[in-house]
T-cell receptor, first 114, second 111 residues
Framework: GAVVSQHPSRVICKSGTSVKIECRSL??????MFWYRQFPKKSLMLMAT?????????EQGVEKDKFLINHASLTLSTLTVTSAHPEDSSFYIC??????????FGPGTRLTVT | QKEVEQDPGPLSVPEGAIVSLNCTYS??????FMWYRQYSRKGPELLMY????GNKEDGRFTAQVDKSSKYISLFIRDSQPSDSATYLC???????????FGRGTSLIVHP
């Protein structure tokens, strides 16, 4: 149980285009989902907390107009990187929370902006 | 001082060794303590979580929390090459339960 999927696993896009990443909890409902960014050999950087049916809460320094988050249902959250630039290239990981103190991560999405 | 400190390693051990991974923290409000394993280019996998102080065992893994010292540990017995990964500690307080992660320790178990 407690499986979280992410799609796509890898994406390459051109500078200036937008990319959407999906995060799904497959066998549980998640009122809260999180989006992280991870740089090589660095820890997870929380970008935003997404609650079903309400606006996401962004961490300080994260541009909400650039990283659009939608939590449309209890099993789906999406992250759209708008007008992507090479500096947005990173490993993006989502997680979903079935209970307050448990968090399960997706396999991650490797974004490369050329 | 960061809220959660974790030595990045790498920690290299021979197969069969007992591995000790540790984190220290500064926020006394933390009550929930988690350990995640992350293989290269994959998402973190929840290994164990404990509430407050004490020990918890699951197979070859034992998690220890010492709140008085603000110190948590993960022990891996009979380590295997398949245990080679990055291990991240995470902890959260009540309320939002949003975890704070350590930077991870890279573990290498060589045959």
């Amino acid at each position: 149980g407690a499986v979280v999927s992410q799609h796509p696993s890898r994406v390459i896009c051109k500078s200036g285009t937008s990319v959407k990443i999906e995060c799904r909890s497959l066998d549980f409902q998640a009122t809260t989902m999180f989006w992280y960014r991870q740089f090589p050999k660095k820890s997870l950087m929380l970008m935003a907390t997404s609650n079903e049916g309400s606006k996401a809460t962004y961490e300080q320094g994260v541009e909400k107009d650039k990283f659009l988050i939608n939590h449309a249902s209890l099993t789906l959250s999406t992250l759209t990187v708008t007008s992507a630039h090479p500096e947005d290239s990173s490993f993006y990981i989502c997680s979903a929370r079935p209970r307050a103190y448990e968090q399960y991560f997706g396999p991650g999405t490797r974004l490369t902006v050329t | 001082q960061k809220e959660v400190e974790q030595d990045p390693g790498p920690l290299s051990v021979p197969e069969g060794a007992i591995v000790s991974l540790n984190c220290t923290y500064s926020n006394s409000a933390f009550q929930y303590f988690m350990w995640y394993r992350q293989y290269s280019r994959k998402g973190p996998e929840l290994l164990m979580y404990t509430y407050s102080s004490g020990n918890k065992e699951d197979g070859r893994f034992t998690a220890q929390v010492d709140k008085s010292s603000k110190y948590i540990s993960l022990f891996i017995r009979d380590s295997q090459p398949s245990d080679s990964a990055t291990y991240l500690c995470a902890m959260s307080a009540g309320g939002s339960y949003i975890p704070t992660f350590g930077r991870g320790t890279s573990l290498i178990v060589h045959p």
